[in-house]
């Protein structure tokens, strides 16, 4: 099965209206609001505010950074009329928001004492796709994008960092996906900025999904919106900039990761219903039936107390134990327990996780609470290690270009790199792949491509 | 002070980049997460379920509907151009999602066992506005949008006056803002819809402000869009639809209801910090600094604990005792515990309530944590029963055209009305005034236009 099918199968979205956009149905956006509250939370201790600033904005605000109008371009959507009214000014749909912020900042930065300054929101951006994909490449999709101000480039650089730990421990402790951290290239990096990091997840087919990335901009866009403030000695001063987002690509990584033919397999913390219970009923209603249903409703009142999310199949739909089945294995319902006779009897649960339907498992009633917290540990545990373990398969070491020339592109191919924007074009052209990240080591070793002296060691690859 | 001194002064918004937009700055933000935190816990309790659907769509599906094309024609933003390429489809910015839903439905609608089908999603909506007011109306609001398809047309009525109960419960329980309820006249309805309610507010300025609408479709839009479903003798059948929104104008709402000449006046719930802890301190740093410290900690943090959200000023602050107090008035702080030398020794709290800053009390440490819940509901009482005053002051019975013709429209007219199209824009074209909202009675009376025989009264005047 295809990862996209999956996705449809689980009813995470449905086709939209016009190419390339999608509607994210309630199972889909359910996963999202996950997110949201998750990272949402971790952003708030930081310090960080929640605004909304405006969708539309002149085309001549984006032009004043050179290099970030150059980037955008290929993908805006502008706006030149409204009703039967032509309109004075082009607009254009925020690609993302980075002149808006610092228009914004222009207007209320006013003392040292407004920094840091730390903004966030959760929004819809717009970029022109050829080959939209769900989740992956679509016309509109939802994202957060954190925009802060920095006395200096300390103290912006290390906030920078703390972004970076919220995205990593995020994606890999809660979504269960791993990732490389690691900065983007000269040619890769964001329109207008000094540095971007990327978080990078190699999927089971070879290809790199880039999940998360922050970027700083040191006094680049401040200065060219001529935001400023009164430092202590009264002295006007250009602050220092970063943003930073997750998208809602982090479904299709998250779906991708660890999904299997049958369907979804989602971590507890993003399911909908946790835990469905199946009472295995005689074909006819009986005393022993009405057992089986008091045994499965104190299960579940106890579940629900737990604070899990819990589905009981009620008796009416008794004939259809396999669709219940099929359609929790579809959606990605992190554990089954299967109730039938001879549970009532000894008092026990029979139960299965959804990443490892071959294990069928019992414990006894108190058991099975006792050891709830380590089963789920343990899911967790598996499901990580399981893509930690496909991953590292995926990567390769290479050190002659012309090998690589010749290489089918389904892996991650670690090499030295020397991080020059022409070299990267050269690679780009015979190879269609660019360096995924990089990141900075001891020892000085050659380029695979050029054979200059450098530092850096680079993932290169194919991408969504 | 005017109502958009007040918002901005209190910081809830800044100008945006174009004509018609606002920056929502935090404190303007974080009035809409209450709201929307409050309001989507109700709706969940109905079963509805969040999506996200598209922002952009075709033209052509938004002019499927001819009333709906015809009522949005003027305030639709259309794009005809992405980057250098120029779209084969014209597409249109939501300015609402009707259309949309109806090509969601009418692709995922199966069965009779769909329904009720209860979607909901919280976003951004464009349209254009000749004269635009911050939080009143603007180029691009929030708002949630619910979309709702039923068996037949009782159930979605019932529907409808759930969410109405919502809405009116919010309003006037939360947000403290007294509401009437009634119908949309024939002229005064959505685009396309059978029959809208509208919740409106009379403001102190005698103005009207629609908080939110519920609107019932019968099968008009699902006909248009051919959305069915096989009932249980399968046959193919035409669902019966709602639609219901509220807007980040509730803020507007607020305030204005609210508001006097210092600045804002918030309900404990929609105010960011609920409880200012103002310590009175002595000139000099001495021991009886350390203690007023101590007890404001002590007060904080039994309050703290008590789940509200307290803000302590700190000693270093100690000049600015008027500047906080100021300051505090400006963005509404609910309460504020003004704590000195004598309050330690007594072990006393003084408190003041922001909407009656004249009567200062001083109750003891417990007796202030014991009376807190009653004290607490006395300042809703109190907001909730002036704003009913003021409102009723603003009403006027109306039964001669002549005379209406003549007055100064600063109030609401109560008035019998025939609810006849032609009727009401007679009135428009001579009093530029429409009506608001409509009530069946049981009664007979002539309307106060036309002199027609009818059963409904109205509201007329002036609206935001």
Chains 1, 2 share one sequence.
């Not at 920095?150 to 912006?156: G, V």
């Not at 809660?174 to 983007?184: E, S």
């Not at 964001?190 to 790199?208: N, R, S």
């Not at 959606?331 to 008092?347: A, F, N, S």
């Amino acid at each position: 099965m295809n990862f996209i099918k999956a996705c449809y199968q689980a009813k995470l979205f449905e086709y939209g209206p016009t190419k390339g956009t999608i509607f994210i149905t309630p199972n889909g956006f359910d996963i999202w609001q996950k997110i949201q509250k998750n990272l949402d939370y971790e952003f708030k201790q930081l310090g960080v505010e929640n605004v909304y600033f405006p969708s539309l904005f002149p085309y001549s605000m984006l032009a004043q950074e050179e290099e970030h109008i150059d980037g955008f371009k290929p993908e805006i959507f502008t706006i030149e009329q409204t009703g039967n009214k032509k309109l004075n000014d082009k607009l254009v749909l925020r690609p993302t928001s980075e002149v808006v912020f610092c228009s914004y900042f222009q207007k209320v930065l006013k003392s040292y004492r407004d920094l840091p300054l730390l903004l966030n929101q959760w929004v819809n951006v717009w970029r022109y796709e050829q080959n939209p994909n769900p989740f992956l490449r679509n016309m509109e999709f939802l994202w957060n994008e954190g925009h802060t101000l920095h006395l200096n480039e300390t103290k912006a650089t290390e906030f920078c960092h703390k972004i970076l730990n919220i995205y990593r421990n995020f994606l890999q402790k809660k979504l269960l996906i791993p990732v490389f951290v690691g900065y983007k290239s000269e040619l890769e990096k964001f329109a207008g900025a000094e540095k971007t990091w990327g978080l990078e997840t190699i999927l089971p087919d070879g290809q790199f999904l880039q999940l998360a990335t922050v970027h700083y901009f040191g006094q680049n866009f401040a200065e060219k919106f001529d935001v400023k403030f009164l430092n202590k000695e009264n002295k006007g001063t250009t602050p220092y900039q970063t943003s930073w987002g997750i998208s809602t690509r982090a479904i299709a990584g998250l779906v991708q990761t660890h999904f299997d033919n049958k369907g979804l397999i989602l971590p507890f913390l993003f399911a909908k219903y946790q835990i469905l219970i199946l009472p295995i009923y005689m074909k006819k209603a009986n005393e022993q039936n009405l057992k089986i249903t008091n045994y499965c409703k104190l299960l579940q009142k106890r579940l629900v107390k737990n604070n899990f999310k819990v589905k009981l199949i009620s008796e009416q739909y008794k004939k259809n134990f396999s669709y219940h089945c099929l359609q929790s294995e579809i959606i990605g319902t992190p554990m089954r327990l299967e109730i039938g006779k001879q549970e009532v009897l000894d008092e026990t649960v029979t139960f299965v996780f959804r990443h490892n339907l071959k294990q069928k498992r019992k414990l006894s009633f108190e058991q099975f609470f006792t050891n709830f917290n380590q089963l789920y540990q343990q899911m967790n545990k598996e499901l990580y290690d399981k893509a930690t373990k496909i991953q590292n398969l995926k990567i390769e070491k290479i050190i002659n270009f012309e090998k690589y020339l010749k290489l089918n592109k389904n892996k991650a191919f670690e090499v030295w790199f020397c991080n020059k924007k022409e070299c990267e074009k050269q690679i780009k052209q015979l190879t269609k792949t660019v360096s995924r990240i990089l990141w900075k080591t001891n020892k000085i070793n050659k380029c695979f491509k050029c054979q200059k002296k450098t530092k850096y060691q680079a993932f290169f690859g194919r991408s969504y």
